[in-house]
């Protein structure tokens, strides 16, 4: 089992374009969660998936970010247009629901 | 919503002492409270979690005790080492399989040797 994949593992990119981070779970998980790490406000959940479809996206700070799962092994967070407040660790994880969650490595997105 | 406090915020113990992080929780119902490990430059790792059925769980140097009556929980390392400096976060759930997890702010544990 190679756990939850993300990618990139590192992104910079100049402010106004568009950033597409990538995850794929772990095969037989059926629930997905985007966080937001920063220093200042911790882990922040962004949007979670059960099935595919979307269930809470109260966490995504606003229109410029969106999600998308297609299918059970993949999904995107995407930002468009990118400000370099958004600069942070954003992080995938996956969850069988019987243990917690299964976090992928993150992406480290610097917008400047 | 449930609300997850961790405390303390920092944590300096020399290699050999135990370490001990407390977190409070306020939503009652809450039944499943992992524990998770970060790395620097890595994802947060589960290393151990307890539901509400149960009082205490020990795995080798570690162990978590969770009051529900007063609504905390708390994580245990003894005989630490320097390869458990990391950051500690808390988390619970009411959903017994761990969907929606709430996290504490996390507890950077510094392992002196």
């Known amino acids: 089992d190679a756990g939850v994949i993300q990618s990139p593992r590192h992104e910079v990119t100049e402010m106004g374009q568009e950033v597409t981070l990538r995850c794929k779970p772990i095969?037989?998980?059926?629930?997905l969660f985007w966080y937001r790490q920063t220093m200042m406000r911790g882990l922040e959940l962004l949007i979670y998936?059960?099935?595919?479809?979307?269930?809470?996206d109260s966490g995504m700070p606003e229109d410029r970010f969106s999600a998308k799962m297609p299918n059970a092994s993949f999904s995107t967070l995407k930002i468009q247009p990118s400000e370099p407040r958004d600069s942070a660790v954003y992080f995938c994880?996956?969850?069988?629901?019987?243990?917690?969650?299964?976090f992928g490595s993150g992406t480290r997105l610097t917008v400047v | 919503g449930e609300n997850v406090e961790q405390h303390p915020s920092t944590l300096s113990v020399q290699e050999g002492d135990s370490a001990v992080i407390k977190c409070t929780y306020s939503?009652?119902?809450?039944?499943?409270f992992p524990w998770y490990k970060q790395e620097l430059g890595k994802g947060p790792q589960l290393i151990i979690d307890?539901?509400?059925?149960?009082g205490e769980k020990k795995d080798q140097r570690i162990a978590v005790t969770l009051n529900k009556t007063a609504k905390h929980f708390s994580l245990h390392i003894t005989e630490t080492q320097p390869e458990d400096s990391a950051v500690y976060f808390c988390?619970?759930?009411?959903?017994?399989?761990?969907?929606?997890?709430?996290f504490g702010g996390g507890t950077r544990l510094m392992v002196k040797p």
């Open positions: 994880a996956s969850n069988d629901r019987v243990r917690g969650y299964t």
């Open positions: 095969s037989g998980h059926n629930s």
């Open positions: 998936f059960n099935n595919n479809v979307p269930i809470d």
């Open positions: 939503d009652s119902a809450s039944n499943y």
């Open positions: 307890i539901r509400s059925n149960v």
């Open positions: 988390a619970a759930s009411t959903n017994n399989a761990g969907n929606m997890l709430t």
